[in-house]
Every structure is written in C-alpha cells, then in structure tokens.
Nanobody
Framework: QVQLVESGGGLVQPGGSLRLSCAVSRNIFSFNVMGWYRQAPGEQRELVAELTNSDNTNYADSVKGRFTISRDNAKNTVDLQMNTLKPEDTAVYYC????????????WGQGTQVTVSS
C-alpha cells in the first residue's frame, strides 16, 4: 500500500504564498502521473495541477501563472508552490498519484486545509 502524506497547509492572507508538499512512500518514478486536487465545501473535487513522469504539466485555468507543481526525486515528494493566493483558493488540497501498468491504480493523501482570508 502506498502512503501519501501532505503538509504545508494553513491560513494565509490574500496575496500571500504557501508551499504544499506530499511525501510518497514509494519511488515516484513508479507513477505515471502525480498531482494535486482540491475540494471546497459543497463543491466537487477538482484538478489543480498535474505532472507526468516525462515532465509534462497541466494546470487548472484558475491557477495558471500562480501555482507551480514540481517534484523532488531524491526525497520522493511532489510539491505545489502557490503564489498570489485568493479567497477562492480556499479548500482541502489532496495529493494524488496514479500508474497505468499493469492496471490503472490511484492513491490519495488525507488532505490538507488551505484557507485564504484576511
């Protein structure tokens, strides 16, 4: 079983920054896709950013230019740098990894709360 542990959430003022980190218990090269999702109260979980093992990235339109996803291969972590935060970024953020071989398998972290408020 793969464990994903998120850290770095908290309360920040609008315009501020936070960096989320996800520690993965397995070599991240064993996964085809790594990413971050978020879920606000009363809303569906949505993609924030994805990174493939060939370094292709995909961002939600609402975070383009403000958020950056990256990985540290030595530490087996997937990070999300969030700048110029807005109140609408408030949500629980979840780390996600998945592999496609031999079957599609996905894992989720427990989530970390991000609150943007003055």
């Amino acid at each position: 079983q793969v464990q994903l542990v998120e850290s770095g959430g908290g309360l920040v003022q609008p315009g501020g920054s936070l960096r989320l980190s996800c520690a993965v218990s397995r070599n991240i090269f064993s996964f085809n896709v790594m990413g971050w999702y978020r879920q606000a109260p009363g809303e569906q979980r949505e993609l924030v950013a994805e990174l493939t093992n060939s370094d292709n990235t995909n961002y939600a339109d609402s975070v383009k230019g403000r958020f950056t996803i990256s990985r540290d291969n030595a530490k087996n972590t997937v990070d999300l740098q969030m700048n110029t935060l807005k109140p609408e970024d408030t949500a629980v953020y979840y780390c996600h990894v998945r592999s496609y071989y031999p079957t599609t398998t996905a894992y989720w972290g427990q989530g970390t709360q991000v609150t943007v408020s003055s």
